[in-house]
């Protein structure tokens, strides 16, 4: 089944050529179906590249979904221009009314900097209080995660002695939980940031519960008891470049950093690296959206408000 975004969203163009079903605005509103709705803040630098990265993982499933996507208003973009956010993005303001089935918070380049300190930091406390009576299912990820679990339950996060960079094994904790159901016993997820979060932190939290885990990259994916607020502190979003890309960007500003673990073969930054996660990010994507989302929102999705 399709996803549908804007006509002339530039990504439409990038699924299209990957086979994946995209549905223009004209055509789902002749269909007599309710499809799912997806709002995305996005707090990337790189917009178009991140939501195109997400799409292409809602637009594989099953399900009809119809995404919105969000900025915030208390930050100033770089990386995108005015005329492209205007066009394509809505505020808190614009969707503070609505309701959704599911909301992802995606990650940002200020992990380094205390939370208090993100200079959006209350306009997104504010959006995470109302997803609770206004989304279904939240998926955080990455810093996003970071972000939610500090502000839900007071998980906070430590600095790491160097960057954490490559691809990682993990391994699910629970043979048939929902998110990981059709997992391998080892799947590999890529993984950049600088800062951590502990597992005897999540342990003392009761509605906490770490679902997959890697030797070298720690708790990655958490969830809470009923499903409505999802945690990933890697990014499975990735493309097979987006590491490379972050790599080259920091030998540009003189970082010197380490060459990304597990990624490059031989580790030399000139070749092509595999890519050995996409499947996986398919299936949990896959995973979240039907167990937790489709299966569980109410029809009506204003009834959200009295779960």
């Given at each position: 089944?399709?996803?549908?975004?804007a006509?002339?969203?530039?990504?439409?163009?990038?699924?299209?050529?990957e086979?994946?079903?995209v549905?223009?605005?004209?055509r789902?509103s002749h269909?007599?179906?309710?499809?799912?709705?997806i709002?995305i803040?996005n707090?990337?630098p790189?917009?178009?590249?991140?939501?195109?990265?997400?799409?292409?993982?809602?637009?594989?499933?099953?399900l009809?979904?119809?995404?919105?996507?969000?900025?915030?208003?208390?930050?100033?973009?770089?990386n995108?221009?005015?005329?492209?956010?205007?066009?394509?993005?809505?505020?808190?303001?614009?969707i503070?009314?609505?309701?959704?089935?599911?909301?992802i918070?995606?990650?940002?380049?200020?992990?380094?900097?205390?939370?208090?300190?993100?200079?959006y930091?209350?306009?997104?406390c504010?959006?995470i209080?109302w997803?609770?009576?206004?989304?279904?299912?939240?998926?955080?990820?990455?810093?996003g995660?970071?972000?939610?679990?500090?502000?839900?339950y007071?998980?906070?996060?430590y600095?790491?002695p160097?960057?954490?960079s490559?691809?990682?094994?993990?391994r699910?904790?629970?043979a048939?939980h929902?998110?990981?159901?059709?997992?391998d016993?080892?799947?590999?997820?890529?993984?950049?940031?600088?800062?951590?979060?502990?597992?005897?932190?999540?342990?003392r939290?009761e509605?906490?519960?770490?679902?997959?885990?890697?030797?070298?990259?720690?708790p990655?994916?958490i969830?809470?008891?009923?499903?409505r607020?999802?945690?990933?502190?890697?990014?499975?979003?990735?493309?097979?470049?987006?590491?490379?890309?972050?790599?080259?960007?920091d030998?540009?500003?003189?970082l010197?950093?380490?060459?990304?673990?597990?990624?490059?073969?031989g580790?030399?930054?000139?070749a092509?690296?595999?890519?050995?996660w996409?499947?996986?990010?398919h299936l949990?994507?896959?995973?979240?959206?039907?167990?937790?989302?489709?299966?569980?929102?109410?029809?009506d999705?204003?009834?959200?408000?009295?779960?």
């Open positions: 089944m399709p996803i549908k975004i006509d002339n969203l530039p990504a439409a163009k990038t699924l299209e050529s086979n994946i079903f549905m223009t605005e004209d789902a269909q007599d179906i309710r499809p799912l709705r709002l803040l707090l990337m790189t917009k178009e590249v991140t939501e195109t990265q997400l799409l292409r993982l809602l637009g594989n499933t099953p009809q979904v119809d995404v919105d996507l969000m900025q915030t208003v208390t930050h100033t973009a770089k995108t221009s005015k005329e492209y956010l205007l066009e394509f993005y809505q505020s808190f303001s614009d503070r009314d609505k309701h959704y089935d599911g909301l918070i995606t990650g940002a380049p200020v992990e380094q900097i205390p939370f208090e300190q993100v200079d930091w209350d306009e997104l504010e959006i209080d997803a609770h009576s206004h989304v279904y299912s939240t998926l955080y990820i990455c810093w995660a970071q972000a939610g679990l500090y502000h839900l007071g998980i906070n996060k600095q790491m160097n960057k954490l490559g691809i990682y094994k993990h699910p904790l629970y048939n929902p998110l990981t159901r059709g997992f016993e080892v799947f590999h997820m890529p993984h950049s940031r600088h800062t951590e979060i502990r597992q005897a932190d999540i342990d939290v509605n906490l519960r770490v679902v997959a885990t890697s030797d070298a990259a720690g990655t994916i969830a809470s008891e009923d499903g607020e999802v945690f990933v502190t890697g990014h499975c979003e990735y493309d097979r470049l987006t590491l490379a890309y972050e790599y080259q960007r030998v540009g500003r003189g010197n950093p380490q060459v990304p673990r597990n990624y490059f073969p580790d030399n930054p000139e092509v690296p595999p890519m050995t996409c499947s996986h990010a949990f994507f896959s995973n979240w959206l039907n167990y937790f989302v489709y299966q569980q929102t109410p029809y999705l204003e009834r959200i408000a009295k779960l």
